[in-house]
């Protein structure tokens, strides 16, 4: 019998078995250049997020290990991802760094339990306009965040939300500063052609490099005053040389609160995280899995990447989940195994504590434009097009999910979205389920590929059947309700043909046993044709057989009809 909790069984251990140097090679080539691939993306993630350059690179380095250490995938690469840039943000200013804190590592343990209680398998139904809505709003907002330092404007208070966020901008046109405008302009082109000439080569980290030698040969040694107003990461923030010691979270509880009123603030935030993480990473595993040809475990994936987001935050990390961008460089480069993705994390520790202040000298346009590729990227935008040809319900999921994201938040979208869709699904599954009233025969080759060449079945007067044909559940119960009320002169025996029901809840079984006591009322008899043995076992389960005798429960229409006529006759 099959566990209801997994126990998790890490990748990593399996590719021990038969590792060799050839493949340490490889990997450790895959892990290198993935290990400078996401040296700017962390950086300006954890910037964007509102910590810092170094909360970005120690999520990447212990979130990296932990992933490729005790994940359910070959080649995963985590760390932090353009997706939390928001909900880390609203957290910040809402709750703080120390609710920052919590709230990861509550995300965490709801992911550990998600892998244990074998869930990963219910996140991956997770509708794909939900998916591309909150992504494209997650990208849009990515960008708006950018325009501050893109164009150099100096704003020191920037509104939270999207709208006042643009009236802002709006109001500070006439203070561009042309020189970091050029530096960002001049980033993102090198970002978008460097492709064209290398696609081995990261376009971010050329453009980090070009950027930053240029930007500090001119405030070395030019003249123009200009230069001064481009500020760089060493302005903004100061970076520790080497990799922070691991500490208690601060649990200061303010006055007139509780540690669990905090907690029960932070739940919805710690949970859209968990959600996030747990979608992102198994999606990131799937198209994984398409490209190398291997399998992932979705619940081993959930427990490793629950217990990097419980420790990250002890180093000051922030939320972490599979990143794909990173994961695919992985691949493209000939990492096959965990090892890959723990050498990537080695060489971002290594930068962190020998390259502390050439990261420093990184100008903020720069950053600006790699988050605005990022954002580009992340949109979807001929997804949206795609879908919006398609069915009117999935682009209104799609859109309500996009505009909740940018105008509201990420927590709201992602509840409401789901809801949306769940809705949509419940009312597409009751208009596939078809309710067929016979009253004088039935056709057996009327709803068969096949000519069976067989007669049809004679209905005894005073006899009406019933076909149902699909999921008898809640939606197609009151459907089902108003057909009997709507009929006319009462028969002495209906016949309720469920050959095609694939299963019953509650409320249909609650219907059943309604319809039964209220025919009984009525004189009238109630026969079950062609019940379906999961769907009995159910109905048995729930007592139903109280209220209808198992003998009035047939087979088939064949045994059900002679079962009437004895009915009608004696």
Not at 104 to 133: D, E, N, Q, W
Not at 197 to 220: D, F
Not at 367 to 388: C, I, P
Request: glycine share 10%; net charge neutral; with cysteine.
């Amino acid at each position: 019998m099959k566990s209801f909790i997994q126990v998790p069984f890490p990748f990593f251990l399996c590719c021990l078995k038969g590792y060799n140097g050839k493949q340490f090679s490889t990997d450790l080539m895959a892990g290198i250049i993935v290990g400078i691939v996401a040296i700017p993306l962390a950086i300006a993630f954890g910037i964007a997020s509102g910590v810092g350059p170094t909360e970005g690179l120690v999520t990447a380095i212990v979130a990296g290990f932990l992933v490729s250490v005790l994940g359910g995938t070959k080649v995963q690469i985590g760390g932090p991802t353009g997706a939390f840039i928001v909900i880390i943000y609203g957290i910040i200013q809402q709750h703080g760094l120390q609710g920052l804190m919590i709230a990861t590592i509550m995300a965490g343990i709801l992911l550990v339990l998600m892998g244990l209680f074998r869930l990963g398998s219910v996140i991956k139904f997770v509708p794909y306009p939900v998916i591309v809505g909150f992504t494209g709003g997650i990208a849009l907002t990515i960008f708006s965040t950018q325009m501050n330092d893109f164009f150099g404007l100096g704003i020191k208070n920037i509104p939270a939300d999207f709208i006042h966020k643009w009236i802002c901008y709006f109001q500070h046109t006439g203070d561009i500063d042309w020189w970091s405008f050029g530096v960002a302009a001049i980033s993102l082109l090198i970002i978008i052609f460097t492709p064209k000439i290398s696609k081995k080569i990261p376009g971010s980290l050329v453009a980090i490099i070009i950027a930053t030698l240029s930007v500090w040969l001119l405030k070395t040694y030019s003249h123009f005053e200009g230069v001064a107003h481009i500020t760089t990461i060493g302005d903004l923030y100061t970076l520790p040389q080497g990799m922070p010691a691991p500490k208690l979270p601060s649990f200061e509880v303010p006055e007139g609160q509780t540690f669990f009123s905090i907690v029960q603030n932070l739940f919805p935030a710690a949970f859209t995280i968990a959600m996030l993480g747990a979608i992102e990473s198994l999606l990131s595993a799937m198209v994984a899995d398409g490209i190398v040809g291997g399998k992932h475990d979705s619940n081993t994936e959930l427990f490793g990447q629950g217990i990097a987001n419980i420790v990250s935050p002890f180093f000051g990390g922030i939320p972490a989940t599979g990143a794909i961008a990173r994961t695919m460089t992985n691949i493209n480069n000939g990492g096959r195994t965990p090892i890959a993705g723990i050498i990537h994390a080695v060489v971002l520790l290594l930068v962190l504590l020998f390259l502390g202040k050439l990261v420093g000298l990184i100008p903020m346009p720069c950053l600006a434009a790699v988050l605005v590729m990022v954002a580009y990227n992340m949109s979807g935008w001929r997804t949206f097009v795609s879908l919006s040809k398609g069915q009117k319900s999935d682009f209104a999921v799609l859109i309500t999910t996009f505009v909740l994201t940018v105008v509201f938040d990420l927590t709201i979208a992602i509840e409401i979205g789901l809801l949306l869709a769940i809705l949509l699904f419940l009312r597409r599954t009751s208009e596939s389920t078809s309710i067929k009233v016979f009253t004088e025969d039935i056709d057996p080759n009327s709803d068969s590929e096949f000519e069976l060449h067989e007669e049809k079945l004679s209905i005894p007067e005073g006899c009406e059947v019933y076909e149902i044909d699909g999921p008898y559940f809640f939606g197609i119960a009151n459907k089902f309700d108003e057909l009997m009320s709507g009929l006319g002169p009462k028969s002495k025996v209906r016949v309720i043909r469920m050959r095609k029901v694939p299963f019953i809840d509650s409320t249909g079984i609650h219907n059943l046993e309604t319809l039964c006591m209220q025919s009984q009322k009525e004189g009238i008899k109630v026969v079950l044709s062609g019940v379906k043995s999961s769907v009995r076992n159910t109905l048995q389960k729930a007592g139903f057989f109280h209220v209808l005798d198992s003998r009035y429960i047939c087979s088939n229409i064949n045994e059900a009809l002679e079962t009437a006529r004895q009915i009608i006759e004696g």
